[in-house]
């Protein structure tokens, strides 16, 4: 059965850092650009960053460019959102999910995807 589980969130202070994980079974996740997503009371699920299937092009939101930095291992199925410089803004449900597009490279939720059920990140002091 297809599987995307997230881990890493957390309560974390501003100006903290965490890793989120994202470990795939099931599918060959090595043919999907794959990517973060996270999505907060009352506001729109929203693409965070994404990470091409076989080269290290990568996309981040605005909001999150020079904090976030996404990484991959096809070996180990694995994707990796390394967080850094939190901010409270940045709380919410983070999803890894194949919701993104190799060309051009950017989230896209216009056809058959699979998603994790989450992690919680807290930013808060």
């Known amino acids: 059965q297809v599987q995307l589980v997230e881990s890493g969130g957390g309560l974390v202070q501003p100006g903290g850092s965490l890793n989120l994980t994202c470990e795939a079974s099931?599918?060959?996740?090595?043919?999907?650009?794959m990517g973060w997503f996270r999505q907060a009371p009352g506001k729109e699920r929203e693409g965070v960053s994404c990470?091409?299937?076989?080269?290290?092009?990568?996309y981040y939101v605005d909001s999150v460019k020079g904090r976030f930095t996404i990484s991959r291992d096809n070996v180990k199925k694995t994707l990796y959102l390394q967080m850094n410089n939190l901010q409270p803004e940045d709380t919410g449900v983070y999803y890894c999910?194949?919701?993104?597009?190799?060309?051009?490279?950017?989230?896209?939720?216009?056809?058959?995807?699979?998603w994790g059920k989450g992690t919680l990140v807290t930013v808060s002091s």
């Open positions: 999910s194949t919701a993104c597009r190799n060309t051009p490279l950017r989230p896209y939720l216009g056809g058959m995807n699979y």
């Open positions: 990470i091409s299937s076989n080269d290290p092009s990568t």
């Open positions: 099931g599918f060959a996740s090595h043919y999907y650009a």
